[in-house]
């Protein structure tokens, strides 16, 4: 069946650092492939999106690209900040093989320190 | 633009008491609805999902239920909570196909 693994965090990371959050996916059709943020007490919000191989997803700084080769979708951020303390999720949506539902990773806890 | 609404955003409740959520979804027809559950520090656990009026689709065995009385209308039952129960619990929406999901400000429930 389809599912989504994420490297294990928590990560902690300084200020102005740069950020991989590793995401894999097994799927047995072409699913598109998402990363949701949540913060504190809030949420999930979707970040980023990628529908088909090769797609960069980015908003806020963030960016991520579908390999269908290595079927991986890694997060990626420059330079973090403190405001991007949060969870991670990695999700997939096949919608030739799980028409009514979509699969999120584990999530990834991000810290932030100045 | 569409809009999801979940109340109470927290609640305490003792043992063996009845629980109700609600979420109901603004701005759009004919959504899927979905209600995961998250406990501290984990991921997100899918409990039901209705793709229309009336239909629940049940994924984790246990002392929930959900129900679909109006379109845009999901909510959440519990005849008598567990201690178990306790968790932040989430509301989504998609279109007819699950695609990019939405989701609720969520309910913070605390079983004592």
């Known amino acids: 069946g389809n599912s989504v693994t994420q490297m294990e965090g928590p990560v902690t990371l300084s200020e102005e650092a740069f950020l991989t959050i590793n995401c894999t996916y097994t799927?047995?059709?072409?699913?598109?492939l998402f990363w949701y943020v949540q913060y504190p007490g809030e949420g999930l919000q979707l970040l980023l999106k990628?529908?088909?191989?090769?797609d960069k997803g980015s908003n806020k700084g963030f960016e991520a690209t579908y390999r269908k080769e290595t079927t991986s979708f890694h997060l990626e951020k420059g330079s973090v900040q403190v405001s991007d303390s949060a969870v991670y999720f990695c999700?997939?949506?096949?919608?030739?093989?799980?028409?009514?539902?979509?699969?999120f990773g584990p999530g990834t806890s991000l810290s932030v320190i100045p | 633009s569409q809009t999801i609404h979940q109340w109470p955003a927290t609640l305490v409740q003792p043992v063996g008491s009845p629980l109700s959520l609600e979420c109901t979804v603004e701005?759009?027809?004919?959504?899927?609805l979905y209600w995961y559950r998250q406990a501290a520090g984990r991921g997100l656990q899918l409990l039901f999902y209705?793709?229309?009026?009336?239909?629940i689709s049940s994924e984790v065995p246990q002392n929930l239920s959900a129900s679909r009385p109006q379109d845009r209308q999901f909510i959440l039952s519990s005849k008598k909570l567990l201690l178990s129960d306790s968790g932040f619990y989430l509301c989504?929406?998609?279109?007819?196909?699950?695609?990019?999901?939405?989701f609720g400000p969520g309910t913070r429930l605390t079983v004592t």
């Open positions: 990628a529908t088909k191989a090769d």
């Open positions: 799927a047995t059709g072409y699913p598109s």
């Open positions: 209705s793709v229309g009026i009336g239909q």
């Open positions: 989504a929406w998609s279109g007819r196909r699950a695609y990019e999901q939405y």
């Open positions: 999700a997939l949506s096949d919608l030739q093989t799980s028409y009514d539902k979509v699969i």
């Open positions: 701005g759009t027809s004919n959504p899927n």
